[in-house]
C-alpha cells in the first residue's frame, strides 16, 4: 500500500504542477532560497570555525549562498526569468555542438548522419524558441514536468496492478 501512495503523490503533484505551472515555481524557488539561505549561514559559521586556506573559500561560498537564497525569497521573478535563459543556451549550444558531431560523423563515413543532424537542428530551433519565449518558456517547463511527474505515476500504478494480477 505504501508504494502505491508514492504513485498516487507523483500524480497529485503533476496535476498541480499542469493546473499551476507559475504557483509551483514560486514556491519552488522560494523553496531553493530557504535552502541556500541556511546552507550559506551554516557556511559562514564553519568559515568563522575553521582554519586554514579553505576558511576563505569556506566564506566566499556561504556569502554566494545567502545572497542566491535572499534573491530567490525577495526577487523570485528575477530567477524564474534567468532559469528560461540558461535551459535556452545550455539547449541552443547543445545542438550546434551536435551539428558538428553530425558533421564529423559524415566525414568517418557513418550512413546514418543525416539522422543525427536533423535531431541536431531540432535541438536548435527548439533553443531559439526558447530564448524567444522566455516568460512562456518557464512555465512551459514546469508543465512538463508535471506531465513526466503523471506518467510515471499512473505507469507505475499499472504496472504493479498488472504484477499483482
Known amino acids: 500500500m505504501k508504494n502505491i501512495l ?8 503533476g496535476v498541480v ?16 532560497g530557504v535552502i541556500l539561505l541556511c546552507a550559506g549561514i551554516v557556511g559562514v559559521i564553519m568559515g568563522i570555525r575553521g582554519q586554514g586556506i579553505y576558511v576563505a573559500y569556506t566564506m566566499s561560498g556561504a556569502v ?14 528575477i530567477v524564474k526569468s534567468i532559469l528560461p535563459l540558461i535551459m535556452g543556451i545550455i539547449i541552443l549550444a547543445t545542438g550546434v555542438f551536435n551539428i558538428g558531431n553530425s558533421f564529423n560523423a ?10 543525427s543532424l536533423i535531431l541536431a537542428l531540432i535541438t536548435v530551433i527548439c533553443g531559439v524558441v526558447i530564448l524567444l519565449n522566455l516568460n512562456s518558456a518557464a512555465n512551459l517547463l514546469v508543465t512538463i514536468i508535471g506531465i513526466i511527474f503523471v506518467y510515471n505515476g499512473v505507469s507505475t500504478l499499472i504496472v504493479k496492478i498488472m504484477n499483482k494480477e
Open 6 to 13: 508514492w504513485d498516487i503523490i507523483s500524480i497529485i503533484i
Open 17 to 32: 504542477l499542469i493546473l499551476f505551472p507559475g504557483e509551483a515555481m514560486d514556491i519552488s524557488i522560494k523553496t531553493i
Open 64 to 77: 554566494i549562498a545567502i545572497v542566491g537564497g535572499i534573491v530567490c525569497l525577495l526577487q523570485p521573478q
Open 106 to 115: 559524415k566525414r568517418a563515413g557513418a550512413s546514418r548522419w543525416f539522422v
